[in-house]
């Protein structure tokens, strides 16, 4: 019994506990505060809308009721129960002419907009609008000079008069064209005939242009006009083109007209091409409202970077054109016209990047608001100091200038410039010009000086002394004459740089010259070799000696030229072109004929080093080092092996190696009357013979000099003739 009185006590409790919760539940639409009151619950302030987005919701005591914004229906109130949902009332089909007359409805949720046709609009200026309030009127009649120089009709359609032209695009306003100024700068008297006809091309364009018929314009296809641009600059821009200043100028000047008067004509909004000669992209941006924000241009080698207003400038014709024209070896042509750059002491500049040319429609770019931005990629990957150029026309005909240009950042494959206006530009790098120190300039005029007198002293030694005329002296003499006509010409022409076509000449003429003693170097070796090592029969025929000293070096040089022209003459001296690799055709014989004379110095020097103590053993050892020694420069000098040092001139670190060179080549002709007349006594025989004719007194001084002299030069003679030789 316990238990079911248990049971029942449980039962009465959960009765009452679920009488009292009922007595504290709010009725719908009402929620409990912490005064534990029911109050009225907003179910318009909930997290997501009750009445969902495109409806307006309304609470009310205890409840709520939605309502559809205007442009949405249904209409009256509903609640989210009924499963009602708002859908866009589309204006523009239940009324068709609501916009009005000349304009065009557009639904848009919960509302509509009104578009003004082609060459209609508000009396406002507005071409879009949503109150109607106005209907949309013809251009014409808003505004009477809408078209500039032509005359408006069909709401907005631009019929140019003579003179005046809109590139054929209707519905833009019709500018001035002056085709007899069109190339203001541009006089083709002082350009070559290829020039002359790029000029004529664009001049009959325009005048296509300003004849304001529809028949013409259609005639006109930009994109033919600019392969025949590209086509023109290509053969004007040929290997071996040196312009001066003056033609470099007029050759921009054409290239940016051309541009402009192209990029209307282009049917696409950007158009790229590339030729041998150059490569090019243009943007064109159309439409009856200003483009805005950045734009970019690139070729391979270059990024141009700026602003649509910029290009547009303050006055938008309907269209805006931007270009960027890349010339893919002018640099070469250019490598010059620096006088107006101050660079450090001991510098020269070179161009490390493509040139190019950057234009916009904005004519008013002399000086801008926004500067542009060119990214160039170097041509070397160096860490020089680079500079940013551009060609200015004012410097006397024209120069490359850094005013309105700054270098933003440089690393070793590119350079990013900033520049407030517009031309041609490009980016040089300074470079270590081993050629302007001083000391070495004096010591090579001082040096080739007196190596002239010398050679001169050699060859009449050599062609006129009958007794002492052999195989050697006769290559002797040779190279004698090969040197001294060279040194001549390297004094008097090798910064003879204002005629291209002479400096290219003097170049050559050097190149052959150098290359010819060179051989009679080698030729040198040969002869050395065959008499100390062969001994008897070590003539050679004239017609090899003569093929080998002067044939060999004209195929060379002909074969260069062949090769490449534009390779000889270089903007600061008449020599060859270190950057097209031409400069090997002079490098490489030079080092062969190095190594095989080193060949023979050694093996000579061996030979005479075996004939030393075996000819004459009681010559005392101070005796024989002097001799040796002796001997062992003078086959240095006739051998030329001393022009290896040339080899090792890279920077300012090899300047030791600069001196060397500098002092042992402009001193070669010294050295040779040395080695070859003075220290020889048959020579100085001859010479006091031919002194005892002109002066009698001296005959007897030099017979009491010469018997004094008798006893000390027995031993050295005996080693000093090895067969024909007088070393």
Known sequence: MRHVYLLILVLLFALMEKMLMNKNQCSQGYRTNKAKKCVDEDECDFETPICGQNANCTNTNGSYYCECKEGFEPKGQFKQENETTCRDKDECKDDPGLCGTNATCHNTPGSFKCTCAAGFRLKSGETNFTELKENCQSVCILDKIICGGGDCQNGHECKCNAGFTNYGHKTMNCTELNCDTLMTKSNTSQVSPKLTKIVSLMRNSCLVLASARKEDYEQVDGESLLEKLLDALDNLLHDGFQPDNNMVSVIFDIVESALTLIG?????????????????????????????????????????????????????????????????????????????????????????????????????????????????????????????????????????????????????????????????????????????????????????????????????????????????NTIHLHLCISLFIAYLVFLVGITRTDNKVGCSIIAGVLHYLFLAAFCWMCLEGVQLFRMVVLVFNTTLRPLYMFAAGYGVPAVIVAVSAAVSADGYGTDRYCWLNFEDGIIWSFYGPVCVIIIVNVFFFLITIWKLAEKFSSLNPDLDNLQKIKTFIITAIAQLCVLGIMWVFGCFQFDESMLAMSYIFTILSSLQGVLMVIMHCWLSKQVRDEYAKFLSCICPQQKRKYSESSSNQTSKSQAAKSIQHTGESHI
């Open 264 to 472: 209307p004509f282009l049917k696409n909004s950007q158009t790229q091409r590339s030729s041998k000669k150059t490569e090019v992209e243009l943007l064109v941006k159309r439409g009856s409202s200003q483009p805005e924000g950045p734009f970019v241009i690139s070729t391979n080698t270059t990024r141009f970077s700026s602003h649509w207003d910029t290009a547009t400038g303050n006055n938008y014709l309907g269209f805006t054109t931007a270009a960027l024209l890349s010339y893919k070896s002018l640099e070469k042509s250019l490598n010059r016209f620096f006088g107006y750059i101050e660079g450090p002491e001991n510098k020269h500049f070179k161009i490390n990047s493509r040139i190019v040319t950057a234009i916009v429609s904005n004519k008013e770019t002399g000086h801008l608001e926004k500067p542009v931005i060119v990214t160039f990629s170097h041509l070397k990957h160096t860490n020089e100091k680079h500079t940013c150029v551009f060609w200015d026309p004012s410097q006397q005909g024209g120069a490359w200038s850094t005013s309105g240009c700054t270098t933003v950042n440089s690393s070793e494959v590119q350079t990013v410039c900033s520049c407030n206006h517009l031309s041609s530009f490009a980016v040089l790098m300074a470079l270590y010009d081993i050629g302007d120190v001083y000391e070495l300039r004096l010591i090579t005029l001082v040096g080739l000086s007196l190596s002239l007198v010398c050679l001169l002293i050699c060859i009449a030694t050599f062609y006129f002394v009958r007794s002492i005329q052999s195989t050697c």
